[in-house]
């Protein structure tokens, strides 16, 4: 089996790579039939000759291999028939975007397999970004906390090596006495987590961080049961929401009337109610001045993320009175950084935890039959046609919805 990783073709570049020279020599030593072959990148976080150095071969030719691995989405005059092909084809939700890549995939007789639909057999995903979208969601939210009260400024993400040395950066600063809320406790909630525990801040319970003033900065941390409650008044819970979130409402606000920054790391399903509304950030008892929006949304559960934001522009203001854009550092403004693709600030790392996760559970299923339907949920095209667990996207590829 001859696995090709190929280079990253869509504009904006991004550096990431599904398997590092490292995660390449380990598939190769457990795996002695698979063979690696490593397209040339001018971009790629590591370069050629760190590939080299680890005894791959660096080739123009990966178009000679069955498998060909990449992160974001191949343009369609790049993508070779005939092929197996892994990457985030951003078509699982219907996405008019690329309506016309998943339709030359199929024209192509090409097999796709998307890793956000990698999971085990119980729809849980196995390889992710999440968590580096979470450590350098947090690192930003600070960064704009900083910028907008003119009490620090600390260096984009993008500029540093690794996530230590963002850590090294958040060390290196004094926040006021502000409490910090972060929801979720998923891979994206538990990396933001990460970086508010190296700065040494203290995670408080709801009860205290409602209800209490503390002589330091503090954090809470809370899901889906804690900001979420049954219309009905009954005693819900975090499975019951998910199952069933038409019947619940939004119990955010006692949260926003406390918190002066706060960091969207939730995972937002389909008919689950809003966090806030344009009307609750009017409120003047909403007190939320600084939102890192790592979610990304747009013009949904945090009303506040008007749009996604850049690498290269990552805050901007939103005005509560008009519901408008405005200056973020404006007294009345809601600072806003909601950048959709923050990974990629931390590419090395990103590369790092997301090729361990392909190397365990992907790599193996070509090896040993498939045995625990790792390709088979993934595989979203197969025959010119998709597969029966994506045919819901039959007429979205037709172009009648």
């Given at each position: 089996?001859?696995?090709?990783?190929?280079?990253?073709?869509?504009?904006?570049?991004?550096?990431?790579?599904?398997?590092?020279?490292?995660?390449?020599?380990?598939?190769?030593?457990?795996?002695?039939?698979?063979?690696?072959?490593?397209?040339?990148?001018?971009?790629?976080?590591?370069?050629?000759?760190?590939?080299?150095?680890?005894?791959?071969?660096?080739?123009?030719?990966?178009?000679s291999c069955e498998v060909l691995l990449g992160v974001k989405e191949v343009p369609i005059d790049a993508l070779v028939p005939d092929k197996k092909y892994f990457f985030f084809s951003h078509t699982i939700k219907k996405q008019?975007?690329?309506?016309?890549?998943?339709?030359?995939?199929?024209?192509?007789?090409?097999?796709?397999?998307?890793?956000?639909?990698?999971?085990?057999?119980?729809?849980?995903?196995?390889?992710?970004?999440?968590?580096?979208?979470?450590?350098?969601?947090?690192?930003?939210?600070?960064?704009?906390?900083?910028?907008?009260?003119?009490?620090?400024?600390?260096?984009?993400?993008?500029?540093?090596?690794?996530?230590?040395?963002?850590?090294?950066?958040?060390?290196n600063i004094h926040l006021p006495n502000i409490k910090i809320l972060l929801t979720g406790r998923g891979r994206v909630g538990n990396g933001a987590k990460e970086m508010l525990d190296a700065m040494g801040l203290k995670k408080?319970?709801?009860?205290?961080?409602?209800?209490?003033?503390?002589?330091?900065?503090?954090?809470?941390?809370?899901?889906?049961?804690?900001?979420?409650k049954r219309k009905d008044g009954n005693r819900g819970n975090k499975a019951d929401f998910f199952k069933n979130p038409q019947e619940y409402r939004s119990n955010f606000f006692r949260f926003a009337k406390v918190t002066d920054?706060?960091?969207?790391?939730?995972?937002?399903?389909?008919?689950?109610?809003?966090?806030?509304?344009?009307?609750?950030?009017?409120?003047?008892?909403?007190?939320?001045?600084?939102?890192?929006?790592?979610?990304?949304?747009?013009?949904?559960?945090?009303?506040?993320?008007?749009?996604?934001?850049?690498?290269?522009?990552?805050?901007?203001?939103?005005?509560?009175?008009?519901?408008?854009?405005?200056?973020?550092?404006?007294?009345?403004?809601?600072?806003?950084?909601?950048?959709?693709?923050?990974?990629?600030?931390?590419?090395?790392?990103?590369?790092?935890?997301?090729?361990?996760?392909?190397?365990?559970?992907?790599?193996?299923?070509?090896?040993?039959?498939?045995?625990?339907?790792?390709?088979?949920?993934?595989?979203?095209?197969?025959?010119?046609?998709?597969?029966?667990?994506?045919?819901?996207?039959?007429?979205?590829?037709?172009?009648?919805?």
């Amino acid at each position: 089996m001859r696995f090709g990783i190929i280079r990253e073709r869509k504009d904006p570049p991004d550096r990431r790579v599904v398997l590092s020279p490292s995660a390449c020599q380990n598939v190769l030593a457990r795996f002695p039939k698979a063979q690696i072959l490593v397209e040339p990148s001018p971009i790629r976080v590591f370069t050629d000759d760190e590939y080299r150095e680890k005894g791959l071969e660096v080739s123009d030719q990966v178009g000679s291999c069955e498998v060909l691995l990449g992160v974001k989405e191949v343009p369609i005059d790049a993508l070779v028939p005939d092929k197996k092909y892994f990457f985030f084809s951003h078509t699982i939700k219907k996405q008019p975007y690329n309506r016309e890549l998943l339709r030359a995939i199929m024209e192509k007789n090409i097999e796709l397999y998307d890793h956000e639909v990698i999971t085990n057999p119980k729809g849980q995903r196995l390889v992710a970004f999440g968590r580096y979208a979470g450590i350098v969601g947090a690192y930003n939210g600070i960064r704009t906390f900083g910028l907008k009260y003119d009490l620090f400024n600390l260096p984009k993400a993008e500029t540093r090596k690794d996530q230590q040395a963002l850590v090294a950066e958040l060390q290196n600063i004094h926040l006021p006495n502000i409490k910090i809320l972060l929801t979720g406790r998923g891979r994206v909630g538990n990396g933001a987590k990460e970086m508010l525990d190296a700065m040494g801040l203290k995670k408080v319970g709801v009860d205290d961080y409602l209800k209490n003033m503390f002589q330091e900065p503090v954090y809470c941390q809370i899901d889906a049961s804690e900001y979420n409650k049954r219309k009905d008044g009954n005693r819900g819970n975090k499975a019951d929401f998910f199952k069933n979130p038409q019947e619940y409402r939004s119990n955010f606000f006692r949260f926003a009337k406390v918190t002066d920054f706060y960091i969207a790391g939730h995972f937002y399903g389909d008919g689950a109610p809003y966090l806030y509304t344009r009307e609750d950030a009017k409120h003047p008892d909403f007190k939320i001045k600084v939102v890192a929006d790592i979610s990304c949304d747009i013009d949904g559960p945090v009303a506040t993320t008007l749009r996604a934001s850049t690498i290269a522009e990552p805050i901007y203001g939103y005005d509560p009175r008009t519901e408008t854009e405005t200056d973020f550092k404006k007294e009345d403004a809601i600072a806003v950084m909601a950048v959709d693709n923050l990974p990629c600030e931390l590419p090395r790392d990103a590369s790092n935890g997301f090729g361990e996760a392909f190397s365990k559970y992907v790599i193996p299923a070509f090896f040993n039959g498939d045995v625990d339907g790792i390709l088979q949920r993934a595989r979203m095209t197969q025959n010119g046609r998709l597969t029966e667990r994506y045919a819901y996207l039959q007429d979205y590829v037709d172009g009648k919805e």
